[in-house]
């Protein structure tokens, strides 16, 4: 694909931030009402840009059929690794709350001991 199908995406993302930008000005000057209009505008240009990113995945898709096998793998190969990262820091966390639990010098207080 070339570097021309991704310059809407830049050009999107730069009038989001000019109008981001405008609406937290307005919004400042006491202006609420205009500030949520210019809001709604810079959302319509994030879900045209969202509307791009689907037609650029559909030429890609179509154009790079062969390597779509190995687009698909990549995909789950990295979900996967984050997923067992989630695990293992989820582990870890349950882990150093026992040690922490288990060394505690806090009394705990439970309702029948009020």
Do not use: C, H, Y
């Not at 989001?16 to 319509?44: H, I, M, W």
């Not at 995909?75 to 150093?96: D, E, M, N, R």
């Amino acid at each position: 694909m070339e570097w021309s199908l991704f310059m809407p995406l830049v050009v999107a993302g730069i009038v989001f931030a000019a109008l981001s930008v405008a609406a937290g000005v307005t919004s400042a000057r006491g202006n609420e009402a205009r500030a949520e209009r210019v809001r709604d505008v810079a959302f319509l240009v994030v879900l045209a840009a969202a509307a791009w990113v689907g037609v650029l995945l559909l030429i890609s898709l179509f154009q790079e059929a062969e390597e779509l096998w190995d687009m698909v793998s990549i995909v789950v190969i990295v979900a996967v690794f984050f997923a067992l990262l989630l695990v293992v820091f989820f582990v870890l966390s349950l882990l150093f709350g026992l040690i922490g639990r288990a060394f505690s010098r806090r009394k705990r207080v439970t309702t029948q001991d009020l």
